[in-house]
């Protein structure tokens, strides 16, 4: 395969990447579309069809993929309010899609750093403290399964009473969800490092924190930033869940609250896509400084 | 002398422990409303117990215990002793308190309590696995016992500050409402669990499996949609949920459709991981080799089908999860008896 790739020139070797791609792509727009006819058509034909003999094919399909509120919109229509949405209005109206994907990112990074903060301090103490280890760990893991979407109406009431709304209490349900993949990361590997590393530190006479800063805190490393990057991932989803009870005032959870709450399921489409390009750009925010913080780069 | 202060020394959380449960029995645990001051020997039950208090905490400096059942019998001294400020708050000597406010005595004790939850886990913690029994305890029953003095601790702090139930209902009050609307979440269990996520979880899983299958037999698939399901999986599928009710209705089949959507990709991501990460290692030790004129997979001995080795190494990843760490593997072929080892080249 290999020997195949290089005899290409590369254009050709950009065409042999992105053709399967793009063919997929295009079956999964086809299917789509048919799709949207399938679902739509009942409602097209009692809403307006109706109303005027004689429609044919053509009238059928215009209306399926032009509904107002159809039950699955056409992939065009979902791009065009996404991009309308950016383009016809201020970058400070509710009504633009990047000022919520601002709200709910601002809640998601600074959940990111408290989480990563809380996970790292954890992974420490529990790396260093058998009790810990022994109490503490199985009780982490056992926090995951409650589910996050009953922890955040609680939050945001204790929260709330105490006088602090906004950006923070989402952040931490946003923490909720990140400090996880951080904490379970980092013992790992934090405790990486074999007996040989180890033993030669002590070779060298190297005291405690010594061994921690320059042999396990490195050694950790690869560890952490896979662990990164699933943990910003579920913040921003921690973000969305935690905008969802706060009475949809702003951010992408919000969005997707009122788009349910007026069955206007275009809005729904487009704030779902707007945040998986959000999820995109934050994950390659910390892919970037993967590449950039890690000796060698990826590993 | 000198014994004493080494042993002090050695259990400092220990000896925090007694003297502030020696405190608690000379100072008021509060005032009632005529300005009398309450002591434990005033309530009889919490009296007891707090006695055994301070009986552990002293136990406690003196004795630092290494095997299995002294470590336990300290740890149910350590709970008798949570129950005295427990009945004390559960009594009604509580309401005639003035202002139901807990004086230096109360927290005192509740101090010495939380120095004591401490050491009883920290020992259970160090205690040396031995065999299957005291592996098992000290692994199961360190999580416990820790998780059990946080209850102690949150319904104590919550019932003397009395905060509202809104904010922070206490441990007791939950138990309530969980005892009092048994029969209403047990059908909640059955809507959630039997319908929505059984059934959810075995469509999701079977469809990422055969989809990763899939995927993983076909290269054009795998270079074509993998990079879309990375893409799709970047949707936060809490979003998903209204648009299922839509489609589906209120009944179980929309949630059972969200956990379809939730399984699938991390059952397809594992699978996929599976299969391609040690493809060739597995076909190796499910007996193939690399034929030396073709270049390809072949079978290592004529009495197994290319089929059974694929087979046999697409089962072996997915349910044993387990990867091959050694660069020799060993395959027997039960007709030929003959045991045939061969080394992998990485």
């Known amino acids: 395969m290999a020997a195949t790739e290089a005899r290409r020139g590369a254009a050709g070797a950009l065409w042999f990447r992105a053709a399967p791609v793009l063919a997929v792509l295009g079956v999964v727009l086809v299917l789509w579309y048919a799709l949207a006819v399938w679902l739509n058509a009942p409602q097209v034909i009692e809403r307006t069809l109706s109303a005027q003999p004689g429609w044919g094919a053509i009238d059928l399909l215009r209306g399926a993929w032009a509904m107002d509120r159809p039950v699955l919109p056409a992939p065009h229509q979902i791009a065009l309010d996404l991009v309308g949405s950016i383009v016809d209005w201020p970058l400070d109206s509710p009504r633009n899609l990047l000022f919520h994907a601002a709200v709910t990112s601002a809640a998601t990074l600074l959940g990111f750093a408290m989480g990563t903060l809380l996970g790292a301090v954890l992974a420490v103490a529990i790396v260093h403290s058998r009790t810990l280890d022994r109490s503490l760990f199985p009780w982490i893991i056992a926090s995951q399964t409650v589910p996050v979407l009953a922890i955040a109406p609680i939050i945001i009431v204790i929260l709330g009473s105490m006088g602090m709304t906004g950006t923070f209490p989402k952040a931490i349900i946003s923490m909720y969800l990140c400090f996880f993949p951080v904490a379970v990361a980092l013992v790992k590997g934090l405790r990486s490092p074999g007996v040989i590393e180890t033993e030669l530190l002590h070779t060298y006479a190297a005291s405690k924190p010594q061994a921690f800063w320059k042999l396990r805190v490195p050694a950790s490393l690869p560890f952490l930033f896979p662990a990164l990057r699933v943990g910003i991932a579920a913040g921003l989803v921690g973000a969305i869940v935690g905008e969802l009870p706060t009475g949809a005032q702003a951010g992408l959870g919000a969005r997707l609250l009122t788009g349910s709450y007026y069955g206007n399921t275009v809005q729904i489409w487009s704030a779902l896509v707007m945040s998986a390009l959000l999820g995109l750009a934050l994950t390659g925010l910390v892919a970037l400084a993967e590449r950039l913080l890690t000796p060698g780069g990826r590993r | ?346």
């Open chain 2, 1 to 346: 002398m000198t014994a004493l202060v080494a042993l002090i020394r050695a259990q400092r959380l220990a000896t925090l422990a007694a003297v502030f449960a020696a405190l608690s029995f000379v100072l008021p645990l509060g005032f009632s409303a005529k300005g009398q001051a309450l002591h434990w020997p005033n309530v009889a039950g919490p009296f007891v117990f707090a006695c055994c208090g301070l009986f552990t905490a002293l136990l406690a400096v003196l004795r630092p215990p290494r095997r299995l059942a002294p470590v336990l019998g300290f740890a149910l001294l350590g709970a008798l002793a949570a129950l005295a400020p427990l009945i004390l708050l559960a009594t009604d000597v509580a309401a005639a308190l003035d202002a139901a406010t807990w004086r230096s005595g109360f927290w005192c004790y509740t101090f010495a309590l939380a120095c004591l939850g401490v050491t009883t886990v920290r020992r259970l913690a160090a205690l040396e696995p031995g065999g299957g029994f005291s592996a098992a305890l000290s692994a199961y029953g360190t999580p416990l016992l820790f998780g059990a003095w946080v209850i102690v601790l949150w319904q104590l702090l919550v019932r003397a500050f009395d905060v509202p139930q809104v904010l922070l209902p206490a441990p007791s009050a939950v138990w309530r409402a969980l005892w009092a609307s048994f029969g209403v979440l047990a059908g909640d269990f059955e809507q959630t669990v039997l319908h929505a996520v059984l059934i959810g979880l075995v469509a999701g899983s079977a469809l990422g499996f055969v989809v990763g299958v899939l995927i993983d037999r076909s290269a054009f698939l795998q270079r074509g949609l993998l990079p879309l399901a990375a893409l799709a999986s970047t949707v936060p599928l809490v979003g998903i949920a209204p648009i299922m009710v839509m489609w589906f209705g209120f009944d179980w089949h929309s949630k059972a459709a969200v956990v379809v959507v939730m399984t699938f990709f991390p059952m397809l991501v594992n699978t996929l991981a599976g299969l391609a990460g040690h493809w060739s290692l597995k076909r190796h030790t499910a007996g193939g080799h690399v034929d030396n004129l073709t270049g390809e997979f072949a079978p290592i001995c004529q009495h197994v089908t290319a089929e059974q080795v694929d087979l046999h190494a697409l089962m072996a990843p997915a349910f044993l999860g387990k990867r091959q760490n050694n660069r020799f593997g060993q395959w027997q072929c039960h007709s030929c008896r003959g045991r045939k080892a061969f080394i992998f080249r990485s």
